[in-house]
């Protein structure tokens, strides 16, 4: 009789797990920095209590650190028409993240009921609403944002539904998909055959597992919305002038880079720095839960014959 000697075999499942310990250290970074920003963005013009749209002639252009005509600190500098910079991060900040999360929460709640109807009933139901997205598809979300907000007028909620229009189609694609491979899963197919509704079939044996998949693009999407709102104010054709954003402060200082640098610079570092954190974020829950299924696979497989 012989003997295996089983740790010479390769730790297929262990090293997953000792990387599943490792790695969540990464995401402390990405999401304490979007979690300052949320927190600027709650009390910042508590602390900053400066009027962002408040012209004053008399500091125009004033540097970063310089002091301002009524003995206050620019800590950023002023634009050409002498208002605060810092003011308008902070407040450029809440309109970011407010559109941000209002239109996530518009693509989620219509990309998921879109998706978990067309997945679980399929047939007619799914060609349909599949083919619905296909046209969407067609047109560029970027193109379509810019007519739908230049046939309005200028407001956050203008621009909430333009970005919206075709926001919903990942998570309905997201969702469509996982309910595909859910809806044979053995517990669904038992709640079937027991009578169960199928809205109650699909609120309670299939919408929690998508929770996990939902979560990441979530946080990806966000991104692509702050990012998307900020080019359409830079074009002029997002929110009106009595509403902050860091895409209007970025093309009000484009004429000034070469002697007024921090218009442009301060709030583009501060659009970028979010993005990038956001991303990483999502990057990191997507790697985590597609992994998760990796290990399980892997363990199912390790599972010794009786």
């Given at each position: 009789?012989?003997?295996?000697?089983?740790?010479?075999?390769?730790?297929?499942?262990?090293?997953?797990?000792?990387?599943?310990?490792?790695?969540?250290?990464?995401?402390?970074?990405?999401?304490?920095?979007?979690?300052?920003?949320?927190?600027?963005?709650?009390?910042?013009?508590?602390?900053?209590?400066?009027?962002?749209?408040?012209v004053?002639?008399?500091?125009?252009?004033?540097?970063?650190?310089?002091?301002?005509?009524?003995?206050?600190?620019?800590?950023?500098?002023?634009?050409?028409?002498?208002?605060?910079?810092a003011?308008?991060?902070?407040?450029?900040?809440?309109?970011?993240?407010?559109?941000?999360?209002?239109?996530?929460?518009?693509?989620?709640?219509?990309?998921?009921?879109?998706?978990?109807?067309?997945?679980?009933?399929?047939?007619?139901?799914?060609?349909?609403?599949?083919?619905?997205?296909?046209?969407?598809?067609?047109?560029?979300?970027?193109?379509?944002?810019?007519?739908?907000?230049?046939?309005?007028t200028?407001?956050?909620?203008?621009?909430?539904?333009?970005?919206?229009?075709?926001?919903w189609?990942?998570?309905a694609?997201?969702?469509?998909?996982?309910?595909?491979?859910?809806?044979?899963?053995?517990?669904?197919?038992?709640?079937?055959?027991?009578?169960?509704?199928?809205?109650?079939?699909?609120?309670?044996?299939?919408?929690?597992?998508?929770?996990?998949?939902?979560?990441?693009?979530?946080?990806?999407?966000?991104?692509?919305?702050?990012?998307?709102?900020?080019?359409?104010?830079f074009?002029?054709?997002?929110?009106?002038?009595?509403?902050?954003?860091?895409?209007?402060?970025?093309?009000?200082?484009?004429?000034y880079?070469?002697?007024?640098?921090?218009?442009?610079?301060?709030?583009?570092?501060?659009?970028?720095?979010?993005?990038?954190?956001?991303?990483?974020?999502?990057?990191?829950?997507?790697?985590?839960?597609?992994?998760?299924?990796?290990?399980?696979?892997?363990?199912?497989?390790q599972?010794?014959?009786?």
């Open positions: 009789m012989t003997t295996v000697d089983r740790t010479s075999e390769p730790d297929t499942v262990a090293t997953p797990r000792r990387r599943r310990r490792r790695r969540p250290g990464f995401a402390v970074v990405p999401a304490a920095v979007v979690g300052l920003y949320v927190l600027v963005a709650v009390l910042g013009p508590v602390l900053v209590p400066l009027d962002p749209v408040r004053q002639l008399a500091d125009r252009l004033l540097a970063p650190g310089s002091t301002t005509a009524a003995g206050s600190l620019a800590l950023m500098g002023t634009d050409a028409v002498g208002r605060d910079i003011a308008m991060l902070v407040h450029g900040a809440r309109t970011s993240i407010l559109i941000g999360f209002l239109t996530v929460v518009v693509c989620l709640v219509i990309g998921v009921v879109v998706g978990i109807v067309a997945g679980y009933r399929g047939g007619i139901t799914d060609s349909v609403l599949s083919r619905l997205i296909d046209v969407l598809l067609a047109f560029p979300s970027i193109v379509l944002a810019i007519v739908v907000a230049g046939l309005f200028r407001s956050i909620a203008v621009v909430v539904i333009a970005l919206a229009l075709t926001g189609i990942r998570f694609r997201l969702t469509r998909g996982e309910t595909l491979a859910l809806r044979e899963r053995d517990w669904v197919m038992a709640a079937r055959v027991l009578g169960v509704r199928s809205l109650s079939i699909m609120a309670r044996h299939i919408l929690p597992f998508l929770v996990g998949p939902i979560a990441a693009l979530i946080t990806i999407e966000f991104g692509l919305v702050v990012l998307a709102e900020a080019g359409l104010s074009l002029g054709i997002g929110l009106p002038a009595t509403v902050v954003s860091w895409g209007q402060m970025i093309a009000n200082g484009r004429d880079l070469d002697t007024a640098w921090w218009i442009s610079a301060f709030p583009g570092l501060a659009l970028a720095l979010l993005v990038v954190s956001v991303g990483l974020l999502g990057d990191h829950l997507n790697s985590r839960y597609q992994r998760g299924g990796d290990i399980a696979t892997a363990e199912t497989n599972k010794p014959a009786p």
